[in-house]
């Protein structure tokens, strides 16, 4: 078990520094110059990069750690990171460590509440759906994860802030006013998930029920009870943990866009306001972030997936 | 190939009215988006603030919006942008998704790395970020959107054909193939392409509504078409602050995009629902909510002078309208029965209905399957009444089961010790106190080593795990042993050893054993008698010895002469 | 012909074949037998080239078939029939465009009447009905799947085939009529066999000599009555003991193989599937 956690944090590592190339080339593979680009938004609109002094953008340049060959700009770079220093902010000139630690929680909480959601409605769902395949139960299940999965969540989010906010009035509908407040952002952000994860439990249980062991068990005379928690539903979540970096995946996109919506104070809102301004350090910063906070997700649900599986060996875990 | 799939999708939507009215709102909407021009000759970015925020009315059938344009207008030419940016994602997702998928799963080797490397970096980002972070730093429009989303979203693609391209690499006819020389080109297109064109189809169906949520996703942050044109994600965007006001400027674009996400994401689910309609077990009522009644009386064990087990002219047809099979009669009025302490051999080759016979005897039949006519006893009792509850009581403890795939028979995530217990646990046969005792005696029964007893089925050979398979079947002492080709997946050596075993232990325990195989060889090693089934009846019955000594029947008498290893090869002289 | 020597290959660190060589003669028939996991399939997989050995050579005449360039000179002269044949078969294409496909490549383009004359040839072979060439995979049965796969590998005009478990998916009677099929065509001056099995019983009706495989190795070698009759090896000895033996009395040596009775159970069109 050790051995396996060490090997997957190992992994995690690794994807981590890809990540961070990625990153490091997305600003130097776009078109254009980033600095004049910057520097033009800081000037009037309409205004031509004639205008813009040869000295400014080198100094920019510098600034963005742009001059210099590739590989040295990324190991000044990576140095710059490892040593906690994300950058400075180039509207608000702070250091953007210290402006996303300050929203981390925010997302965080929002990224709990909805997790806390999707389990809520998903499991017995998914359960549901697929012990009674076929039959009304079932039809309505898959009804509504069907349209929880193709309503926008910015859509959801303001029929539901029209809906409890303005016109019934019982949650507030902006920003972090107590712990009220969660509600409508984490049912807007854990609705879209729970469709997905419902449709994967559901999907894989009857799979999981129709295997021959399911057979063997119900000829040894188990009980309902016994069939459903002890046989079939272990095997059966091994797939939706499988499949789960596509639910953690939506989670996190979706914050941005919820947060945008409930103007709620996350990473995400923070980094669409640095868009405007082109502030691509903050950009990066929070791509970085995000990039970490999914691999580390994705590290506990490998561990849980061992938990679940005995079979799994790292050397055997094939992708796809 | 084309005509199938039309004829297909056809019959689909004549028994789905729900798809067919989904499918011509959908198209409706299309339609107009792209005839935009010739539907509305309004300038979707016109302003007119005498007429701000006007609610729906003939002239303005989607109201105006705070600039005082008109919404439906709007929501037309938004379309075209939408639609557009979706579909030249779409193509583009699927196309390198699909080179690189069947590159990598083909090819394997160093191609295989290094996509493989390229695919693991991009997915470590959740997918909506990256689009996120990859349009911002490009600034917004319509060409970073696309190329934002398409970034974002092959990766996805090309693992999944990767995984699919190495099934169908592996397959007998590509392997075929490469020893018959068919040039590399000529397998890709027209063995690996061609099996993976339904996958493919279903997965970009499946994904051109996650493509459409992203591309309006973005362009409700901001990042998409720069603001007079409009797009479907924007309006929304520039209708939520004035939601109370107007909220016809919110919920026509929130309702196109919803309609037509939802018609991708539901004809995707019925492309992936085809490929469903196995065999479910477990009980249909999982959850009882009426506690079942107390049942008459413990079923069994009845008057000893009965047979164990009794077919009365049993029947059984496929019922299930929705079977291709349907009204196909699978056992026409088969009469047998098995005595106490006595083991029957039941032949069949495949498609004889021997196994269906076998899975009667435990209750077991399912849909699209159902007995039709006659009668299954067990010890004497008619079991015609009996329902899940009634029959769970006797599965396990009088009739147990040995079936064919031990590989498949044992629960992966369970102990072997955990599986052989409950078995007992289910039942009153073994009491608590006895049952760690009967564990250790039942596994030395078998010819296992006690340490098994913590091991995972994974952790087992073939022949191993059928001995766990047997013990599970005999731990409470039945008096009914149902082995349904207990040793067709086990090699030769296994094979015999496993016979033996299932001899010893029905002496042992006095068991009564339906036995069943195609095999002549393995039932006249274990059976005292023998039935020859046919396509659903009864050929021939009588005494082992006797049948195969003097069968009666021609069937029965090819069946024999067919066994191989009675004639034998003249030598060829030189070598 | 053939020839093996010092044959290795090694998965996952443990060694699935080690050091096997032996040689198939022109116009015979060899068994090769083994419980599974003996590495059968290996040494025929190699064989194939669809599989690289890790040492040994595999020679066919003087084509070296571990190269690129010498599998590509002997590629038609060595040809496969698999265990599965339901898989072996592409599900999307017909009966004519499966049969047609090694004749594209070692035929080339030519008139349809000749190229449909070819092909009624091939199946007349193989015993099947000329009307299946319109049918798909599916719409066959077992057996006649497995016909389809012999049809196509002799489409080449080996000199060799390798049948890999060829039995092993099919009901008694049907591989009753299969053997005797085989040894028709092999009478009919067909391609020499490499019968890959795990049953003593199908290598004695149709097998001049034997390989018995044990753990990757070959333990044993020699003419079928000899191996079958005389077991020399410990290992053949068990094999032989676990093989079940007929239920019946039979004079084998009294029944001339030229009559021999191929029972016909089933008609041309059975064998649908059972839902």
């Known amino acids: 078990m050790l051995a396996y956690a060490l090997r997957r944090a190992v992994a995690a590592v690794a994807a981590l520094f890809g990540t961070t190339v990625v990153v490091f080339l997305l600003l130097r593979v776009i078109p254009g110059d980033p600095a004049t680009a910057v520097l033009l938004t800081m000037l009037d609109p309409g205004a031509g990069s004639a205008e813009l002094s040869r000295a400014d953008i080198e100094a920019l340049r510098a600034e963005l750690g742009l001059s210099g060959p590739l590989p040295v700009q990324y190991l000044e770079w990576l140095g710059e990171i490892l040593r906690g220093n994300l950058g400075t902010s180039l509207r608000s000139r702070q250091p953007i460590l210290g402006e996303l630690a300050a929203r981390i929680p925010g997302t965080l909480t929002l990224a709990a509440a909805s997790l806390g959601v999707m389990l809520a409605i998903a499991l ?163 791509s970085l972030f995000m990039a970490t906070l999914f691999i580390a997700l994705n590290f506990v649900v490998d561990i849980l997936y061992r938990l679940l599986d005995p079979r799994i060996r790292v050397e055997v875990r094939r992708h796809g | 190939m084309a005509d199938r799939f039309s004829r297909n999708l056809g019959a689909a939507l004549r028994r789905d009215p729900l798809g067919a009215v989904l499918l011509a709102l959908v198209g409706a909407l299309v339609l107009l988006c792209l005839l935009a021009p010739v539907v509305t000759r309004t300038d979707p970015t016109a302003t007119d603030f005498a007429r701000m925020l006007m609610p729906p009315s003939t002239g303005n059938w989607l109201g105006t919006d705070d600039f005082g344009r008109d919404v439906f207008a709007r929501l037309l030419f938004g379309g075209r942008t939408s639609l557009a940016v979706a579909a030249v994602a779409v193509v583009i997702v699927m196309g390198i998704g699909v080179v690189v998928g069947i590159a990598a799963g083909y090819f394997g080797g160093v191609v295989d790395l290094v996509l493989g490397k390229l695919i693991d970096v991009l997915l470590a980002f959740p997918r909506l970020v990256l689009a996120i972070a990859v349009a911002a730093l490009m600034g917004g429009g319509i060409t970073s959107l696309i190329v934002a989303i398409s970034a974002v979203a092959w990766p996805a693609y090309a693992r999944i054909l990767r995984a699919f391209t190495l099934q169908v690499a592996n397959e007998g006819y590509v392997q075929a193939a490469r020893t018959l020389g068919t040039p590399v080109w000529r397998i890709l297109g027209g063995h690996v392409a061609l099996n993976l064109i339904g996958p493919i189809l279903v997965l970009a169906m499946l994904d051109l509504g996650n493509l459409i949520l992203a591309i309006s996703a973005l362009s409700f942050l901001g990042l998409g078409v720069a603001p007079p044109a409009p797009e479907w994600g924007a309006m929304l965007n520039e209708g939520r602050a004035l939601m109370e006001i107007a909220p016809w400027m919110v919920v026509a674009p929130g309702m196109a995009i919803f309609l037509v996400v939802l018609s991708a994401n539901y004809f995707a689910d019925i492309a992936r629902d085809s490929t469903e309609g196995r065999a479910v077990h477990g009980p249909r009522d999982w959850i009882a909510w009426r506690r079942p009644r107390a049942a008459p009386a413990p079923p069994l064990p009845a008057a000893a002078t009965a047979p164990l087990l009794a077919f009365e002219g049993v029947t059984v047809d496929v019922v299930d309208p929705r079977s291709p099979y349907c009204g196909r009669r699978i056992l026409h009025g088969v009469g047998l029965s098995v005595g106490p302490r006595e083991c029957v051999g039941l032949i069949g080759e495949s498609g004889s209905g021997k196994s269906t016979l076998a899975m009667l005897a435990m209750g077991l039949t399912r849909p699209p399957l159902a007995l039709t006519g006659g009668t299954v006893r067990l010890s004497g009792r008619d079991t015609a009444a009996w329902r899940w509850d009634d029959w769970r009581r006797v599965r396990g403890c009088h009739v147990g089961l040995v079936n064919q795939d031990p590989l498949s028979a044992l629960n992966p995530v369970l102990t072997i010790g955990e599986q052989i217990g409950e078995a007992m646990a289910a039942h009153d046969a073994v009491p608590p106190d006895a049952r760690p005792a009967r564990l250790r005696e039942v596994v030395d029964e078998v010819g296992l080593p006690a340490s098994v007893v913590g091991r995972y089925p994974h952790e087992l050979s073939g022949g191993m795990r059928q001995r766990v398979v047997i013990a599970m079947a005999i731990v409470n002492r039945p008096a009914l042993l149902i082995a349904d080709e207990p040793t067709t997946a086990l090699d030769v050596s296994t094979q015999r050893r496993i016979l033996d075993l299932i001899r010893d232990l029905g002496q042992h325990y006095g068991l009564g054993v339906l036995f069943v195989s195609h095999d002549l060889r393995v039932i006249a090693r274990v059976a005292d008698r023998v039935v020859i089934l046919r396509e659903g009846r009864v050929v021939e019955t009588g005494a082992t010895a006797a049948v195969f000594a003097v069968p009666r029947e021609a069937y029965t008498r090819a069946l024999m002469a067919a066994i191989p290893g009675q004639h034998r090869q003249p030598q060829v002289a030189e070598v | 012909m053939l020839s093996v020597e010092g044959l290795s290959k090694r998965y996952h660190g443990h060694d699935a074949v080690r050091d096997v060589s032996f040689r198939v003669a022109p116009g015979e028939i060899v068994g090769l037998v083994g419980a599974s996991g003996s590495g059968k399939s290996t040494i025929a997989r190699c064989i194939l080239g669809l599989e690289r050995p890790d040492a040994g050579r595999v020679r066919y005449g003087d084509a070296d078939l571990v190269t690129r360039e010498g599998r590509r000179g002997a590629r038609r002269a060595i040809q496969v029939v698999f265990q599965d044949p339901r898989s072996s078969l592409n599900p999307r294409w017909t009966v004519r465009r499966i049969l047609s496909e090694p004749l594209e490549t070692w035929v080339g383009r030519e008139a349809a009447a000749a190229r449909t004359a070819r092909l009624h040839a091939l199946l007349g072979q193989v015993t099947l009905s000329t009307d299946l060439l319109a049918r798909y995979p599916h719409e066959l049965s077992t057996g006649q799947c497995q016909r389809l796969c012999v049809a196509r590998a002799l489409a080449c ?79 053949t000895r068990a094999l032989l003991l676990d093989a079940l033996p007929l239920p019946f009395q039979t004079t084998p040596a009294a029944e001339p193989l030229s009559d021999h009775p191929v029972p016909n159970l089933h008609d041309a069109t059975a064998g649908a599937p059972s839902p």
């Open chain 1, 124 to 286: 017995p769902c998914g359960v549901l759906g697929a012990l009674h395949a076929g039959r009304s139960a079932d039809h309505l299940s898959r009804a509504l994860s069907l349209l929880g999965e193709s309503l926008p969540n910015f859509f959801l989010g303001v029929l539901l802030v029209y809906l409890f906010a303005l016109w019934l009035r019982w949650l507030p509908s902006m920003g972090w006013q107590g712990p009220e407040s969660v509600v409508l952002p984490a049912l807007t952000l854990g609705t879209g998930i729970a469709a997905t994860t419902t449709r994967l439990l559901r999907a894989s249980l009857l799979d999981t029920l129709s295997q021959p062991f399911m057979l063997m068990a119900e000829a040894k005379g188990l009980s309902r009870r016994r069939l459903l928690f002890r046989h079939a539903l272990r095997p059966a979540l091994i797939p939706v943990l499988t499949a789960s970096s596509l639910v953690l995946g939506g989670l996190l996109g979706g914050a941005v866009v919820v947060e945008t919506v409930f103007a709620w104070p996350g990473v995400g809102r923070y980094m669409i306001e640095a868009i405007a301004g082109r502030d691509y350090p903050v950009i990066q910063g929070f």
């Open chain 3, 157 to 235: 005009g080996p000199s060799l085939l390798v049948l890999d478990e060829p039995l092993s998916a099919l009901d008694v009677s049907v591989q009753a009529r299969m053997l005797a099929m085989l040894r028709a065509l092999h009478a009919a001056g067909g391609p020499s066999y490499l019968l890959i099995t795990h049953d003593f019983a199908v290598v004695r009706e149709i097998c001049h000599r034997v390989l018995v495989l044990d753990s990757g190795r070959i333990v044993e070698t020699g003419p079928v009555a000899q191996v079958l009759d005389r077991p020399s090896h410990a290992v």
